[in-house]
């Protein structure tokens, strides 16, 4: 019986749209060689990114920061991710873009050579299990500390090892997310998320100065929480906000509303999603059902 051939998978590689196979960038890219550069990991529902534009607002906003010039405006870039859904038939897609500093001959020696590279790949996404919303998850708390005099600190460089590193560990003992705390032991984010937790009806998060990345998916819970009249209160929080709270959840772009039932060995309120989880999750969906419908 003959085989239905493959789609090919696409990448956007500086402006064009090449076959994954055969996209490549120089050796002596300094970010294959020193992990200089930028990322934003964006997820599309129905074709359309979910808040592109405050994404790559969020790379602009680094790219300057660092004295970065981001190759293409932020309308191309959208129209060449949503021209990339399309090519690889992925209308609900986990989306990365990533943007190196370039050849490091041309940082270093000031020479003639290719400068930066935008590079953007959309795959399926594979959503976290049900079962992770309807009865919560497990995180670890991590043995390290991030510093607010860190340059990098806000920032989504690619410069992830310690990031991943932290999350492996998490994973090896079973648990989905590692939960960093400041140098001055405050409660900071997860290696791949913002964090909150709930106390007598309030929701608390991180401010962005802690300091944390400043989350699309986490404005947009804030956002959808003010709507709904649940109050918000960014504040700094230590580890007893956090292990003494009615509930624990998580935010991210593929993760949107994730509940946390323990950290470790100790379990939140009564060992499963609150009310006030389950109904942020819910007010996020129906707006990305707004945004970006099918």
Known sequence: MSQTPQKPEF???NGQFVPAGEATVSVFDSGLLHGAGLFETMRSYNGKVFRGPMHLERLYHSAEAFGLAVPGAVDDLLAGMHEL??????????LRLTMTMGNTRAIVQDEAVPGPNVIISAVPLEPYPRKFYDEGTSVLI???????????????TLGYMVRLLALRRAQQLGLIESLWFTTDNLLAEGCISNV??????IVKTPPIDTPVLPGVTRAAVIEVAGAGGIPVEERPLTINDLLEADEVFLTSTTMEVMPVARIEKHTIAD?????????LLQLFRELVARECPG
Do not use: E
């Open 142 to 156: 991590c043995p390290w500390r991030q510093g607010r005099h860190d340059p990098t600190a806000g920032h989504k």
């Open 85 to 94: 859904l399309k090519r690889n038939d992925a209308p609900n897609a986990r």
């Open 271 to 279: 060992d499963r999603p609150g009310p006030i989880s389950r109904r």
């Open 11 to 13: 990448v956007y590689l």
């Open 196 to 201: 909150f937790v709930v106390k007598g009806g």
